[in-house]
C-alpha cells in the first residue's frame, strides 16, 4: 500500500525557513511525479512544486519560484521541500501528493496519492 507521510513543519517567524521531509513507501518512486500542495483555511488547495523526471525537473507556483526547492533522493524514497524567506501568506497545511507520470501537474485532481499533511505556520 502507497503510503506519504510528511514531516518538518512548525512555527517560524517571517523571513524565516523551514526543510518539510516526505518518506514514500509502498512503491517504486522514481518513476513518479513528486509534488507539493498547500491549502489554508478557507483557500482551496494550491501548487507549490514538483518534481518529475527524466532528469527530475522542477517546476514551481508563481509565488514560490526563487524562494522554495524541490529536490528528490530516490535511493531513500524522500522528497523535500525547502521553503526560504516565509511570509505569512505561507501559512497554510502542506501536502505530498505523487503522480503515476512522468509529467508534473498544478492540478490537486491529477494525483494519485496523498499525505495527511503538515501545518507551517507564519508568525509576523
Known amino acids: 500500500q502507497v503510503q506519504l507521510v510528511e514531516s518538518g513543519g512548525g512555527l517560524v517567524q517571517v523571513g524565516g525557513s523551514l526543510r518539510l521531509s516526505c518518506a514514500a513507501s509502498?512503491?517504486?518512486?522514481?518513476?513518479?511525479?513528486m509534488h507539493w500542495f498547500r491549502q489554508a483555511p478557507g483557500n482551496e488547495r494550491e501548487f507549490v512544486a514538483a518534481?518529475?523526471?527524466?532528469?527530475?525537473?522542477?517546476y514551481y507556483g508563481i509565488s514560490m519560484k526563487g524562494r522554495f526547492t524541490i529536490s528528490r533522493d530516490g535511493a531513500k524514497n524522500t522528497v523535500a521541500l525547502q521553503m526560504n524567506s516565509l511570509k505569512p501568506e505561507d501559512t497554510a497545511v502542506y501536502f505530498c501528493?505523487?503522480?503515476?507520470?512522468?509529467?508534473?501537474?498544478?492540478?490537486?485532481?491529477?494525483?494519485?496519492?496523498w499525505g495527511k499533511g503538515t501545518l507551517v505556520t507564519v508568525s509576523s
Open positions: 501528493a505523487a503522480r503515476r507520470s512522468a509529467y508534473y501537474s498544478p492540478q490537486s485532481g491529477a494525483m494519485d496519492y
Open positions: 518534481i518529475a523526471w527524466p532528469g527530475d525537473s522542477t
Open positions: 509502498g512503491s517504486t518512486f522514481s518513476n513518479y511525479a
